[in-house]
């Protein structure tokens, strides 16, 4: 699914090529400026996600932000002498993906159960991501920027190639890099570094 529709693409770009390679075009380029930054960006609604808790601390960090909602925190917990999923209720969370443990915390009861300790033990439903088309669209304009560079780049040059010969005219395009300095400063902001 491509993060720009044509419709976004300026016309001295989407004037010279057909719709099907448009779009493949900004197909392609969201992909990529997705794996560079590690992460999606498009809105998933009540997407479920199973992290690691980190502890001390009781947090976990939720992929793909924002995050606009979360619907349901279980954690998997010894019950009657075996592991299961058990549902929370003292959490809170914000839109950077960060979710907490709040029991304890100031009017809320320690009583129920508690914040997991293991790996790949707490399941949070939760919609996240940026909306990308419509009257409610929300994506950054950096985003959609580097989309739209990236898929000029594609359909002005396909094969990556670094020199053309047409007869006498001979045609050079500067060796691309994976990223340049453009693109840093375009997604540098919303790329997530995994260690």
């Known amino acids: 699914m ?8 300026p016309a001295f770009i989407a004037a010279n090529y057909d719709d099907d390679s448009l ?14 930054c590690e992460r999606h960006f498009a809105q998933v609604v009540d ?12 947090t976990a960090l939720l992929p793909d932000p924002p995050v606009t909602a979360v619907s349901s925190v279980q954690a998997w917990l010894p019950q009657s002498g075996q592991m299961t999923w058990v549902s929370l209720t003292n959490y809170n969370w ?11 915390e100031v009017g809320i009861p320690q009583l129920g159960p508690h914040w997991p300790r293991l790996r790949q033990s707490l399941r949070v439903t939760y919609t996240h991501g940026f909306i990308t088309e419509g009257d409610d669209a929300n994506l950054p304009q950096p985003i959609i920027d580097a989309v739209i560079k990236a898929a000029a780049g594609y359909l002005a040059n396909p094969y990556n190639l670094t020199e053309r010969k047409a007869g006498d005219a001979t045609y050079r395009w500067s060796d691309r890099e994976k990223t340049t300095l453009l693109d840093d400063s375009l ?3 919303y790329r997530l570094v995994s260690l």
């Open 2 to 9: 491509s993060l720009v529709t044509a419709s976004q693409v």
């Open 23 to 36: 779009n493949a075009a900004l197909s392609w380029a969201s992909s990529s400026v997705e794996a560079y």
């Open 47 to 58: 997407d479920t996600a199973i992290v690691d808790p980190y502890w001390p601390g009781r």
């Open 94 to 104: 914000q839109p950077d993906g960060l979710i907490w443990d709040t029991t304890g």
């Open 187 to 189: 997604l540098g902001a």
